[in-house]
């Protein structure tokens, strides 16, 4: 069926509105699809709300690295949580009409979350840098008032980038109803639907979010290589694999993560790689989520040996 017999007449009105078409599936499909999306969904308030109180309650859990995992689960939540139940409701309905303000409020509780998230994970690479190659200065660098600012810094800018964006999506004129083929609000195919001029809007995206990226990649790729260089320089084999245990978790998350975004916004995708482009969307917004809590568990003794504590004190 052509995607415009799927908009019901009451939403062919004068009110510019947006469809999401989210994942087109027949019937059967839509029912296993949304019952495993509601079990990731679960999953991963789940694994993240756990990792929180975890550092919270768990005394030789608050050392900056852990401080930091907490912040980037807060990150996840806030990030699947306003993209999930969106997508839910889409693959129940096959598609939902969306109207112009409450897609422009989506994209700012996903953009800002998952700005923060960028800054935060350049913050643990620097951590896990100190902690590397500068093991006897760590304590006295990475104490508990500079973490907190540094936090504290990432919350803010990542705020403020989206309080930009917002801004300028909420001065752009949308006409008519238009379909977004995705299942959620993003500034691309918003700017791309807007019938205004949106030169500045791209210009804007253009200085600040490609020179964000660009620097936070370079920073993160250049505490690697010092870490990784120092890892090389110790003498023993035990010794290097202790030292590289401790960034292995955050190594996989910023692959991952960053894996996801360069190949969204610094690729380009024509129209015949939509589909792809959703799946990438898919892994970045509900997967990753997800798996960030699973990684830093399975890769951390520490979180496993307090999971246990506290299963068996239950248990007890």
Known sequence: MPFHQMIPAHNQSTFPEFFLLGFQLLNRSRIIFFSILLLVYIMTL???????????ATQYLRSPMYFFLSQLSSCDIILTTSVSPTLLHITLNNGIPMSVSQCI???NFFSFPSGTECF???????DRYVAVCKPL???????FPFCLSLVVLSWILGFLLTL??????SNLTFCNSKYIDNFFCDIVPLVQLSCSD????????FWIAGP??????VFIISTYVCIFLAIHRISTTTGRQKAFSTCSSHLSVVCMYYGTLIAIYVFPSGEHSFGMSKIVSFMYTVVTPLLNPVIYSLRNQEIKTAILKVMKNKCG
């Open 198 to 205: 949106t030169t500045v809007v791209r210009t804007v995206i």
């Open 105 to 107: 409020a989506q994209f």
């Open 164 to 169: 930009i964006f917002v801004i300028l999506l």
């Open 120 to 126: 935060l994970l350049t913050i643990m690479s620097y």
């Open 46 to 56: 789940t694994g993240n709300l756990l990792i929180i109180i975890l550092v919270s």
């Open 212 to 217: 964000e990226t660009v620097i936070e990649t």
């Open 137 to 143: 200065h760590y304590v006295t660098i990475m104490n």
